[in-house]
């Protein structure tokens, strides 16, 4: 499979087993994702109170965002590859996310917003393959699972803090929603200064394949049943995991004031970020598709409850056990695509991984605001969790397939 690695002499310098430049990618993740989700928190809010959007136009503008992103990161993969290098790619890509920040404080009406959320999107799409290929080049073999989980609890730790210190500033600046964007600004471009400075790229390994068009029909043969496999299941649920602004619309739903709204990520992302690296360690060692069905279980009981259970009780509940969801799959999920295919095309892996699921998670995004528009919140739930059970059924069909030690 070509999953041969390099001797690594830096992995003396390991904290928990885990080499410090997957450590330095983490915390730039964490940075990054808390500038963006200080804006992300109360982008919905701007969009449907302060700019009199619909509830079908965030789910369209959501749904845009994330596919373009994940259009772009199959042709980002894809030159990681060829070129055999990560670090360029993703510090480009964290570079036009952090300079098109100011953009948001800075726009007068939605077609300024929705032009900024689609380029700091295409900086996440650059960034996004490029910077996975990295993680598992610089993960030592075994450890797979625990470096998506470390990268994926730090990432989420940025996201949890994101809205915590838009709630704190929101009271701050009494409610002025563009002087909160532009605090965003600041972790922003400290996440481009520290993948500049703290990471290094591992050398490339000594009779690795070179790639000429890792985008060609051969090449993508080359990436195997089980990655494909893998693609499968994670497009059926992403159907299910529609974005997270319906949470906050939910919270709005039920009488949360505005101030308080963040805290639905704030909660989500806790729950996420305690679960993510414990899953990620559990999965080196046990079954990787059991640990799936139990995150599906858990998103199906987390659209029940917030379908079904009144209050801001079962909207706190439901918001957990979608974090808990999230923390026991998506490193999972990135660490079967590593795993999958050969080492030197695991950038072109992530971007088609990412492509597909991008594509998905539009589809997702438009029917969620489409069901909510027409028939509500309820309804928008519960065809979530009816995704999430075929999820489980197609997850449990392609179990013959390798998906990883202990499947």
Known sequence: ????????TPLASTWRGLPAGIWALGLVSMLMDISSEMIHALLPLYLTVGLGASALMVGVIEGIAEATAAITKVFSGALSDRIGRRK???????????????????????GWLVAARFIDRVGKGIRGAPRDALVADLAPEGRRGAAFGLRQSLDTIGAFLGPLLAIGLMW?????????????????????????????????????????NPLSRAELRRLGRAFWAVVAVATVFTLARFSEAFLILKAQDVGLPFALVPLVLVGMSAAYALSAWP??????????TALLLV??????????????????????????LWGLHMGLTQGILAALVAEAV??????????????????????????????????????TFLAGAGFAALAAVCLWSLRAVSLGRGT
């Open 1 to 8: 499979m070509g999953l041969d690695r390099p001797d690594r």
């Open 88 to 110: 360029e790619l993703a510090a480009l890509g964290y570079g036009l996310a952090a300079f098109t920040k100011p953009v948001f404080p800075l726009a007068p009406g939605i």
């Open 172 to 212: 701050v600046f009494a409610n002025d929603f563009r002087s909160v964007f532009w605090v965003a600004v600041i972790p922003a471009f400290m996440a481009l200064a520290l993948i500049l400075i703290a990471v290094k790229e591992p050398p490339r390994p000594a009779g690795l394949r070179r790639v000429r």
């Open 279 to 288: 899953a990620g360690v559990l999965a080196d060692r046990l079954s990787r």
């Open 295 to 320: 995150g599906l279980g858990c998103l199906i009981a987390a659209d029940l409850v917030l379908a079904f259970a009144p209050g801001l009780a079962g909207l706190g509940l439901g918001v957990a």
């Open 342 to 379: 050969p080492a030197e095309l695991r950038g072109t892996a992530f971007g088609v991984f990412n492509l597909v699921t991008g594509v998905a998670m539009l589809a997702a995004s438009v029917i969620a605001g489409a069901l909510w528009q027409g028939l509500g919140a309820d309804a």
